[in-house]
């Protein structure tokens, strides 16, 4: 038994002055700088890294134009979205600062009560009226959608 502990011990007992790399870093003192094995796998790694963004980056104008034409009419969609969007925001934005100007907000309310109030009594009093303004909107929708 006392001959396992003296193996052991011999085992882990390290030569310091052995130019192996690892040896080194095992049997290294707190005050002295171990030697570290050459990185040799973190570097293959990085260089695959590399080479795949820069086949990423020679292949980037072909896979833009491939993917505006497979999605054109989708793009087509969200643009226009996006576009009538921003159309409202900006006629909001203008009817609002049109707003705070003093007394222009009472007169566009008087003019959209008397409007109404025109338009109540010139078409949806009487019949003939009535049928007078169906006309002319469906003279609109044939002008718009066709015959």
């Known amino acids: 038994m006392k001959a396992n502990v003296q193996r052991v011990q011999q085992a882990e007992a390290v030569d310091t002055t052995s130019t192996n790399p690892i040896a080194a870093l095992e049997g290294s003192t ?45 793009i087509i969609t969200v643009a226009l979205i996006l576009a009538a969007f921003l159309a409202v925001k900006i006629v909001l934005a203008i009817l609002d600062a049109i707003n705070d100007i003093p007394l222009v ?16 009594f010139r078409y949806l009093i009487k019949t003939s009226t009535r049928q007078e303004l169906d006309a002319q909107i469906e003279s609109i929708k044939n002008a718009i959608y066709g015959s």
């Open 30 to 74: 707190p005050r002295t700088q171990p030697l570290l094995p050459p990185a040799t796998q973190s570097h293959t790694k990085w260089q695959q890294i590399g080479t795949q963004v820069s086949d990423f980056l020679a292949n980037l104008p072909d896979n833009i134009v491939k993917f505006f034409v497979e999605y054109n009419q989708q």
């Open 105 to 120: 907000y009472p007169t566009f309310e008087l003019i959209g009560i008397g409007y109404t109030i025109w338009f109540f």
